[in-house]
């Protein structure tokens, strides 16, 4: 099975900030990885797949990089609606495995 | 618009049965593949289990293999999980996911609760 970390598991940001989260794989995922973002009491929702390809509707402030092992969620100026729990997600085999997620919170 | 709704959720003693339902509008069901994915209390997503769109081809998490099975009905737009010999580590809240995307999962129901307990 591909294990997935993520770090750092918890970011203290405040509105306008740049937020990076990385993502890293147990071996690599030639690419196939999703973002998703949580909120208390919601069902996730798709950011990014495919390391780099926005969701239909998704604001452009989000943005995925990487290769290999190593994969990056980036929030170019966080907003109010952003705070939120994210998760990463390899999507090359069985069983699908997520990350263990990251979670923004206001500073 | 896509809707995902699921129903059939509740409290079931350990060693019991449960039939989660999910129902598909706004896309054609029948061309996708349908994913199920748990989140315990407090904890991270899970991916539990995978159904190619003609409902022939299943993957399941370690976690839950012999024991639950996911089939489909495309003619109502229907996705089921059938979970048996539940266990009190299977209490979580339980997602029913399309996979327009293939391996991600694109849209979601709200999740469903359900609670292994005596």
């Known amino acids: 099975d591909i294990q997935m970390t993520q770090s750092p598991s918890f970011v203290s940001a405040s509105v306008g900030d740049r937020v990076t989260i990385t993502c890293r794989a147990s071996?690599?995922?030639?690419?196939?990885l999703g973002w998703y973002q949580q909120k208390p009491g919601k069902a996730p929702k798709l950011l990014i797949y495919a390391t780099s390809t926005l969701q239909s509707g998704v604001p452009s402030r989000f943005s995925g990089s990487g290769s290999g092992t190593d994969y990056t969620l980036t929030i170019s100026s966080l907003q109010p609606e952003d705070f939120a729990t994210y998760y990463c997600q390899q999507g090359v085999s069985f069983p699908l495995t997520f990350g263990p997620g990251t979670k923004v919170e206001i500073k | 618009e896509v809707q995902v709704v699921e129903s059939g959720g509740g409290l079931v003693p350990p060693g019991g049965s449960l039939r989660l339902s999910c129902v598909v509008s706004g896309f054609t069901f029948s061309d996708y593949w349908m994913f199920w994915v748990r989140q315990a209390p407090g904890e991270g997503l899970v991916w539990v289990s995978r159904l190619n769109n003609d409902g022939r081809s299943t993957n399941y998490a370690d976690s839950v293999r012999g024991r639950f099975t996911i089939t489909r009905d495309n003619a109502k737009n229907t996705l089921h999980l059938q979970m048996n010999s539940l266990r009190a580590e299977d209490t979580a809240v339980y997602y029913c996911?399309?996979?327009?995307?293939?391996?991600?999962?694109?849209?979601w129901g709200q999740g469903i609760q359900v609670t292994v307990s005596s």
């Open positions: 071996q690599g995922i030639n690419r196939q």
């Open positions: 996911a399309s996979g327009l995307r293939s391996y991600y999962f694109d849209y």
